[in-house]
């Protein structure tokens, strides 16, 4: 890979509980690709999101944002690189365009309303602009949640998990949204404990099992070798 925009070397979790999440994991994230990141509960796919993310510190290791170490120039870092949790970070009582137009002023980007109406109607959330988070249901604060994630125009965008638990109409949504993206150049790396998301979704594919990053191959390869059955149940 010639022009990583992510590149993450030895990087090991242990928390303080003696939990080794994650075991010297390397990867290369090559720019404008979709990266899956595919293993059961507990394989350490959120850990190594939140370090990356630069919510919980490595053990060791390093990251390297086009090449140089992160932690050089966190703000610049960071505001490259956008994060849609599995949980909703929102505030109840906040209508749904300040939730998001703040999460960009948040990083420093100026105020911009016509970047946050675009995000909203990308979305499908435009009609809901004025309503407060409490009153959304359950889908509607998902898509809220990744507008958030993209107010601040991100090159790089994670999403923990984004289809666990939704429904089939705002799955399809999403996959659209994230092809979208994609073709609009920006590098997607996403996490799920479906075989089948994988294969919709990725340019390629890594395996985390017990921390350890165990594949990575090409959608097409890691297909052909694997066959296309319940690949996720034989790990744990
Ligand atoms: P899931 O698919 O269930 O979200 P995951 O692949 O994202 O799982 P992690 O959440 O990264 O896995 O967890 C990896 C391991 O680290 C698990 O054994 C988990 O219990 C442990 N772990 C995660 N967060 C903490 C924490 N804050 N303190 C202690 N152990 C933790």
Same mark, same amino acid.
């Given at each position: 890979?010639?022009?990583?925009? *992510? ?7 242990? +928390? ?10 390397? *990867?290369?994230?090559?720019?404008? $690709? ?21 919510? @919980?510190? =490595? ?14 120039? +966190?703000? !610049? ?5 956008? #994060? ?20 960009? $002023? ?44 993209? =107010? ?11 289809? =666990? ?10 996959? =659209? ?16 404990? +479906? ?8 340019? !390629? @594919? ?15 390869? *890691? ?7 319940? #690949? ?5």
């Amino acid at each position: 890979m010639s022009d990583p925009v *992510l590149s993450i070397r030895g990087l090991s979790k242990r +928390y303080d509980s003696g939990t080794e999440a994650l075991k010297t994991v390397d *990867l290369d994230i090559e720019r404008g $690709e979709i990266f899956a990141l595919l293993g059961p509960n507990g394989a350490g796919k959120t850990t190594l999101i939140s370090i990356v993310c630069g919510l @919980v510190n =490595a053990s060791t290791g390093t990251v390297l944002v086009d090449g140089a170490d992160w932690r050089s120039d +966190y703000r !610049r870092a960071r505001s490259r690189i956008g #994060l849609v949790p599995q949980e909703l970070t929102t505030d109840a009582f906040e209508p749904v365009w300040s939730t998001v137009s703040f999460s960009r $002023e948040l990083f420093g980007k100026p105020r911009n309303p016509a970047k946050i109406e675009e995000v909203l109607r990308a979305l499908s959330l435009w009609d809901k602009r004025k309503t407060i988070m409490k009153e959304l249901s359950g889908g509607m604060k998902r898509r809220v949640m990744i507008a958030k994630a993209l =107010a601040h125009e991100p090159e790089i965008l994670f999403l923990d998990e984004p289809t =666990a638990g939704v429904d089939v109409e705002l799955r399809r949504d999403m996959w =659209a949204m994230v092809r979208r993206l994609r073709d609009q150049g920006t590098t997607i790396i996403l996490t799920t404990h +479906y075989i089948e998301e994988a294969e919709e979704m990725a340019d !390629r @594919v890594g395996v985390i099992n017990k921390g350890e990053l165990i594949l990575v191959e090409e959608k097409r390869e *890691l297909m052909k070798k694997l066959g296309h059955k319940d #690949l996720v149940l034989h790990l744990a």
